[in-house]
Structures are given as structure tokens and as C-alpha cells.
Nanobody, 121 residues
Framework: QVQLVESGGGLVQPGGSLRLSCAAS????????MAWYRQAPGKQRDLVAR???????NYADSVTGRFTISRDNANNTVYLQMNSLKPEDAAVYYC???????????????WGQGTQVTVSS
């Protein structure tokens, strides 16, 4: 069984920073692309940033230049460094990863449980 466990959310003032972490655990052989999504109340879940296993990255326009996604392949962990946070960044942030549980298995997509980010003075 594969789990994605997120941490690092919380309350921060506008202009502040937070670092989210998400670690994959369980029985698997390969972790492919990893990503962060976010969902604000009443809105759809949107892609924030994505990083491939080769560490190519892409970002939503709204966070480009403020957020940085990175990964530690040895520990199957993805990070999201969020700087210059704005009230509109407030949302539940979800980790997402494509994982193969065996070399004969297809890639499956897994989600974390979500971590709340609140940006308020």
C-alpha cells in the first residue's frame, strides 16, 4: 500500500513563507512525476507545480517566481517552497505522485490527504 504524507501547512501572514513536504511510503519500485495541487473553498483543484523524475519543472502562472518545487529522490519526497505568499494562495494543498508498485504494474496516481495553508494578517 502506498501513502503520501504531507506536512508543513499552517497560518502565515501575507508576504511570508512556508515549506510543504510530501513523502511517499509503502511498497513501490518507482516514483515518477510528483506535483502539488491546491483547492480553495468552492473552487476546483488546480495544479500548482509539477516536477518529473528528471527534475524538469512547470508552474502555474500565478505562482511562477514565488514558489519552487523540488524533490529528494533518495527519500521519495517532494517539497514546495512558497515565498511572498498572498491571501489568494490560501487553500488546501494536495500532493500527487505517479508511482509503480512493481515493474510489471502500470503507473498509478496517488494523492495525499491535504494540508491547509492560510494566509492572513
Amino acid at each position: 500500500q502506498v501513502q503520501l504524507v504531507e506536512s508543513g501547512g499552517g497560518l502565515v501572514q501575507p508576504g511570508g513563507s512556508l515549506r510543504l513536504s510530501c513523502a511517499a511510503s509503502g511498497s513501490f519500485v518507482t516514483v515518477g512525476a510528483m506535483a502539488w495541487y491546491r483547492q480553495a473553498p468552492g473552487k476546483q483543484r488546480d495544479l500548482v507545480a509539477r516536477i518529473t523524475s528528471g527534475e524538469s519543472t512547470n508552474y502555474a502562472d500565478s505562482v511562477t517566481g514565488r514558489f519552487t518545487i523540488s524533490r529528494d529522490n533518495a527519500n521519495n519526497t517532494v517539497y514546495l517552497q512558497m515565498n511572498s505568499l498572498k491571501p489568494e494562495d490560501a487553500a488546501v494543498y494536495y500532493c500527487n505522485a505517479n508511482i509503480r508498485t512493481s515493474y510489471i504494474a502500470y503507473w498509478n496516481t496517488y494523492w495525499g490527504q491535504g494540508t491547509q495553508v492560510t494566509v492572513s494578517s
